[in-house]
């Protein structure tokens, strides 16, 4: 087919398409308007010839302008490709785009301009317009890039993949005359294989907390701040990665990350220093400034705030001095010097070993969500590895009768002077200490502590730090040197297996002792065992004292 067999031309310059499917260069545009404009009397639907007005002029093969009232519209925009066609003497342009680049498999490439899916859900190229696979050229269009004669966003665009089961990929490109190229690579994601209707089952896996977030991971660095607060529940940590995707995934409308549909969000693209606030920012929403809009994922004081973090959805990020408002609390800010612009991963929560996360940056999760092998960066983007929380388990109980001492060992023997009182007490919440308490002292459990006459006290303990853990009110005299040793386990099973959870630091040797006097009598069991850098564990060997 021929290029006037679907379109036709107006007497007041509308060139419209009328028929077909069949896509044309905007050079063959051109050609079909100086061909008719040269007929010596107009014929049919194209209503131009030798009077009128010349319809066209080409700079070069993609550049071609559309002289006095001629006129595409949209929809005949959708017909061309590989060139630019600007009219109304400059006020509307429509780009031409070139995505090169290869896919794993067939994917509808989206385009994001000023914050809005260009051509909707299901954008007119499909899987491919104008593609030529012998030339890595995956589609070619033209996108509308002014209109009224102002720039849309500045004529950018930004151009991504997110098919489920593919790596994700995206490409910011600023659009122009002729032709812009905007390059995508996807592969396989090996780590992201599972059925999309089995992901959408996972709903257990929750951001518990959009917005700052102060996060201590256990590892010596305390608190440190992030935008999430991630947990994965009952899942794998691959399984948190594989959510993230499909939350994000194209035609994830149903579900917002911070306000924004999840097929938009990308994460903090950059962190902006203010001061001078005024009023009460929320948690998260937008803000805008002169010259651009952004979604605030984060702002570490919501009221006399020094940092916020955001997602620049349109326009170009602030600069120092101008003010921030934001859309729903109204409040306002300066800001004060410094922009950081912050990088984006393909998928926002990071990249999956299979077996770990390496977390993008900012990107926060619950500690027992981790693991030694993960690694997170906080928003000062410093890198931040959560210590490596192990489990000992003792199974073989009988619930509700067995009581179980899980202590230190020493060579073959119970270690009841691991540790030693550093005063007396007679009353308080504090008890001190003479050494270090081990950093694989579960954060919260019991100790034994030796009272005057011999006999070891169970004390629980709800924190502790360095040298002194605290503990319920002191009614009882314990003796400076006292022995103290740490109960690992040291209660009554209400199950058939008991476990603590602590970090791993170093092997320990533990000193496991089970008995039951009662219902069914048992011998004492007795053995050593050690906490490995694996967890582990033993099981209780019954047997019978009747």
């Given at each position: ?14 060139i419209?398409h ?13 050609r ?7 007929d010596?009397?107009?014929?049919g ?27 595409i ?58 593609a ?60 992201n294989?599972?059925?999309?209707a089995?992901?959408a ?8 907390s ?20 991630w947990?994965k529940?009952t899942y ?10 499909w ?10 990350l ?42 570490d ?12 959805l ?7 001095g ?10 306002t ?5 410094n ?11 990071g ?22 092998n ?28 067995d ?33 270090y ?18 006999v ?16 319920p009110t ?6 400076a ?31 496991v ?7 069914t ?13 694996a967890?582990?564990g ?9």
């Open positions: 087919m021929a290029i006037e067999d679907d379109f036709s031309v107006a007497v007041n310059g509308d419209r009328v028929s077909g499917t069949e896509t044309f260069t905007v050079l063959e545009l051109h079909y308007l100086q061909n008719l404009a040269d010596a009397v107009a014929s639907n194209d209503l131009i010839d030798i009077t009128s007005d010349t319809p066209s002029d080409r700079s070069t093969d993609n550049i071609i302008a559309l002289l006095g009232n001629y006129n519209d949209d929809d005949a925009a959708e017909y061309l490709y590989d060139g630019s066609v600007m009219q109304a003497d400059g006020d509307e342009l429509y780009s031409g785009l070139v995505v090169v680049g290869r896919v794993n498999s067939a994917t509808t490439l989206q385009v994001i301009q000023n914050n809005t899916l260009y051509g909707g859900a299901d954008p007119f190229w499909g899987t491919g317009l104008n030529v696979p012998s030339e890595n050229i995956l589609m070619q269009c033209l996108i509308k890039t002014r209109t009224g004669g102002v720039d849309i966003d500045g004529k950018k665009i930004r151009v991504q993949a997110r098919k489920l089961g593919d790596t994700f990929a995206e490409f910011e490109v600023t659009m122009g005359l002729g032709n812009a190229v905007a390059a995508i690579f996807t592969n396989q994601d090996l780590n294989q599972t059925a999309e089995t992901i089952g996972w709903t257990t896996i929750t951001n518990d959009e917005g700052h977030n102060l996060i201590d991971l256990g590892n010596g660095s305390g608190n440190r701040a992030y935008y999430s607060k947990n529940n794998s940590i691959n399984q948190l990665y594989e959510r993230a995707k939350l994000t995934r194209r035609g994830a409308t149903s579900y917002d911070y306000g924004l549909d999840g097929e938009l969000f990308r994460g903090v693209t950059h962190q902006v220093q203010v001061d001078t606030p005024s009023g009460t920012y929320a948690t998260y929403e937008f803000v805008s400034w002169s010259g651009g809009g952004a979604q605030m994922l984060a702002i004081s919501c009221t006399n705030p020094t940092k916020m973090w955001i997602q620049l349109k326009g170009v990020a602030p600069t120092d101008q003010t921030i408002t934001g859309s729903y609390s109204t409040a800010c300066l800001v004060d010097t922009v950081t612009a912050r990088n984006i991963s393909p998928c926002f929560i990249q999956s070993t299979g077996s770990a996360l390496i977390g993008a940056y900012g990107i926060g999760a619950e500690p027992d969500t981790l693991t030694n993960d690694k997170l960066f906080d928003l000062t983007n410093t890198q931040q590895i959560p210590p490596n929380n192990v489990t000992w388990t003792l199974s073989g109980l009988v619930a509700n009768e009581t179980v001492l899980v202590g230190p060992r020493s060579g073959s023997t119970l270690h009841k002077n691991q540790l030693t009182l550093a005063n007396t007490y007679t009353s308080g919440t504090v008890l001190q200490v003479t050494t308490i081990p950093v694989d002292t579960p954060s919260t459990g019991t100790i034994r502590v030796e009272k005057p006459n011999g070891y006290a169970k004390i629980s303990y709800s924190a502790y730090t360095t040298y002194e853990f605290t503990v002191i009614t009882t005299t314990y003796g040197g006292a022995d103290v040793f740490i109960g690992y386990i040291d209660k009554l099973a209400t199950y058939t297996s008991v476990a603590f959870t602590t970090i791993f630091n170093a092997e320990r040797p533990l000193y002792r089970v008995r039951d006097g009662g219902g009598p048992i011998k004492t069991f007795e053995t050593p065992s050690t906490l490995t850098s967890g582990g033993t099981t209780a060997i019954r047997t019978t004292d009747e």
